[in-house]
């Protein structure tokens, strides 16, 4: 069995690594003391594509799984962010996605 990572499991690594660095300590302090959502992280990882990690190529994805979904999350996490937001708009994402394609309007 091999545990190395893909190649595209490397690249989600590296680029989600680089662009969570961009919110430093600074950022997540004035948030957390404002009560505030953190919009331009998220804006960060929406406008990346990082959203719909998850969500098949058919609806608009990338198609990927549960373990380039966790490694996402990881490096997240790894720069200091809240994990928590980008689960919740992962999952809303997902969802939106899915409600937008399979149900008619």
Known sequence: MDFEFSEDQATIRRAVAELAAKFDDQYWMEKDAAHEFPTEFYQ???DGGWLGITIPE???????????AALLLEEVAAARGRTREVCDQLDRASLSALLNTAMPS
């Open 58 to 68: 058919e609806y608009g994805g990338h198609g990927f799984g549960i373990t380039e």
């Open 44 to 46: 960060a990882f929406a």
